[in-house]
């Protein structure tokens, strides 16, 4: 069957020497109806082939936060993007030399606010480390294992945003639905729902219930199937595919050079994750796997985050089976808060309370320590030095969402501003975090 | 590490006894130090490292500080970036973790800059710490590691130490307008009145400097 070939159009009569646009006389009256007192049109060039900047945030709902990101545009493309941050900044570091190394516990639930616990363990190793303090067995399995509780809580909130930001309602939902469930159980553990300070310096501050491990039995598994089941609807959804393979694709080189954090470098194929890389608490003694993606894009980040949430029921069961009876705090009253009963019935006790709150756990002058865990987002460190008295000479942090913005930042450039939403909900990034 | 002659335990005085389960004898506090650190990480700990740095580099590399087995080599303040280069090239240290800035309110080498250096396979961690005079530069590591543009601006705001080199030394957090540098040791707490605009605290009026307006009675309009 034969086709036939269309004629070349001839350009309109005074605009055969001009670039061509559609629709030209069309887009001029668009222009003209724009113009008020308080907008003009640049007249000079056509307003779709000029570049232009775009102001995004720091109040917008798909940054996540206060991000602030400044773009320049031609056309639908970023030619480059700046980030501007600092609407969040309280200066903890700086305040945490006035506090006790147990007084800046709280302070630390609101950096990352989406995975409390992981930060509070971080604190707690960084000061254990630099003073030297052990810690006994019960207490690391406990902080294992609701290190993990948070992990999946941050993944959940992550997922249920990052498909809410590109499009659809329903998966925000379900994941709140089992968000809630961790919630109740923190309550159970700690007394507190979101900002739950549980750690102490030399353990943690009560033992888990046996409701509470019956509460975490029943949530693992329940959960373990509806993950399955997002996969299905997600995996299978050419929507959410689309909007994701191939955006913001990062090589393993550069991902390395622009230093991302956590799963998003590891979707990128660097296997750096501090549970085996620096194991910690208990998770050399743990069966689970690393997973690993090559391919980079924000569909690679989104995979290997619900894998993450596998591995963590993996290791919420494993937890469970081997939480060892014994005490929750190390007995040592230079290094950690004695135990209600000996400081409601004993002198001693109570001394040793009033010192602990007063100046708490002194590690010894010019120490200086730095300990990371792999938090929900990255690498979360502390850098500690020490003058001799209770309270930090200097704390450092090392922040997952900070690193993961600046990556950002690179990776923006060039990409089409509808998928910018995509990419940033891909990083993860937390505004409580990356301002310090 | 602990060098305290206060833990130091006496030599000749018998323990204390009868308050054992409540009192920790100093004694013991004296042994624990002696203890290995239970945090204590097999990465931090690179002598093979550290003495190619020596030979490479010589009296350009300092001394060797060593707590909870976590080393820490201090380098020449010009030679930070050819350090930094080295060792990415010739020892896999190719992920810059953090660069950070410590405020030792001294005369002179009054900062300290360090660099939190892994190589992923096989799993290394080193700490290069350079010291620096207030209103000296320190080269940028930025040629070598391109994500030490942002920790290095994070440097230049809180600290003031300015790095030599850097494509773009804006503050990071504070906004351009602020003349100080928070996490100086003499900046206080609290903040300074008046160096940042605030919003009134009356319903309408202007932007007031001042955070404590109302007690000092001065607001701007009435």
């Known amino acids: 069957m034969e086709t036939a070939t269309a004629p070349a159009l001839a350009r309109p009569a005074g605009l055969e020497n001009e670039v061509f646009t559609f629709w030209p006389k069309h887009n001029r009256a668009l222009y003209d109806r724009l113009e008020t007192k308080h907008a003009y049109v640049e007249r000079d060039a056509d307003p779709l082939e000029a570049s232009m900047t775009l102001n995004i945030g720091p109040q917008h709902p798909a940054t996540h936060g206060v991000l602030r990101v400044v773009a320049k545009l031609d056309g639908e493309t970023i030619e480059s993007a700046l980030l501007d941050l600092g609407y969040l900044h309280r200066g903890i570091e700086k305040l945490a030399e006035v506090k006790t190394f147990q007084e800046f516990m709280p302070y630390t639930d609101r950096m990352d606010y989406l995975s409390p616990y992981s930060n509070n363990v971080a604190w707690c190793l960084a000061v254990e480390k630099l003073a030297n303090v052990e810690v006994p067995e019960r207490a690391q399995w406990i902080r294992t294992m609701l290190c993990e509780l948070a992990r999946v809580s941050s993944h959940l909130l992550w997922m249920g945003t990052m498909v809410m930001d590109a499009g659809a309602m329903s998966a925000f939902l379900w994941t709140f639905k089992w968000r809630e469930e961790i919630y109740t159980i923190f309550d159970h553990v700690a007394g507190a729902r979101f900002t739950v300070s549980h750690c102490r310096i030399g353990g943690v501050t009560t033992d888990l219930s046996p409701d509470a491990i019956g509460m975490i039995r029943t949530f693992v598994e329940n959960f373990a199937p509806d993950i399955e089941e997002w996969d299905k609807l997600l995996a299978g959804n050419r929507i959410w595919v689309e909007r994701n393979a191939g955006v913001g694709t990062v090589t393993k080189e550069e991902a390395m050079a622009i230093g991302l954090a956590g799963p998003s470098l590891r979707a990128s194929g660097v296997p750096y994750d501090l549970r085996r890389f620096e194991p910690y608490l208990k998770y050399e003694d743990l069966d689970f796997t690393i997973p690993l993606r090559t391919e980079g894009d924000c569909l690679a980040r989104y995979l290997i985050r619900l894998d993450e949430m596998r591995e963590s029921v993996k290791i919420l069961r494993q937890c469970l089976d081997r939480l060892p009876e014994g005490p929750v705090r190390v007995d040592n009253a230079k290094h950690a808060y004695p135990s209600k009963d000996e400081v409601y019935y004993s002198m001693e006790g109570m001394i040793h309370d009033f010192m602990m709150t007063d100046v708490g756990v002194a590690p010894p002058k010019g120490a200086e320590a730095y300990h990371a865990i792999e938090a929900p987002k990255g690498e979360l460190g502390f850098f500690l030095a020490s003058d001799g008295t209770g309270s930090p000479y200097r704390v450092e942090m090392t922040s997952p969402s900070f690193a993961n913005l600046q990556a950002l930042e690179y990776m923006l450039e060039g990409v089409m501003v509808a998928d910018t939403v995509v990419m940033i909900g891909s990083v993860d990034p937390v505004m409580g975090e990356a301002d310090k | ?222």
């Open chain 2, 1 to 222: 590490m602990n060098d305290d002659s206060q833990n130091a335990a006496p030599p000749d005085k018998p323990e204390p006894t009868g308050l054992k389960y409540h009192f920790t004898p100093r004694r013991a506090r004296a042994q624990e130090a002696k203890k290995a650190n239970p945090h204590a990480k097999a990465t931090t700990h690179n002598p093979a490292v550290v003495d190619a740095l020596r030979a490479e580099f010589g009296e350009r590399i300092g001394e060797v500080v060593t707590y909870a087995n976590e080393q820490t080599v201090f380098v020449q303040r010009r030679a930070i970036a050819d350090v930094c280069g080295y060792l990415k090239d010739a020892h896999g240290f190719n992920f810059l973790v953090m660069i950070g800035c410590i405020d030792r309110f001294t005369e002179t080498e009054r900062f300290e800059v360090f660099y939190n250096l892994v190589a992923i396979d096989p799993p290394k961690r080193l700490r290069l710490k350079v010291r620096v005079d207030d209103g000296e530069t320190v080269p940028t590591v930025t040629g070598v590691y391109p994500n030490a543009n942002w920790h290095e601006r994070e440097g230049w705001d809180f600290m003031g130490v300015r790095f030599d080199g850097h494509p773009d030394l804006r503050r990071m957090f504070m906004p351009e307008d602020f003349e100080y540098h928070p996490h100086r040791k003499e900046f206080p707490t609290l903040g300074i009145p008046g160096s940042l605009p605030l919003p009134n605290q009356e319903t309408d009026g202007e932007l007031t400097l001042d955070p404590f307006a109302r007690a000092h009675g001065s607001l701007p309009s009435d």
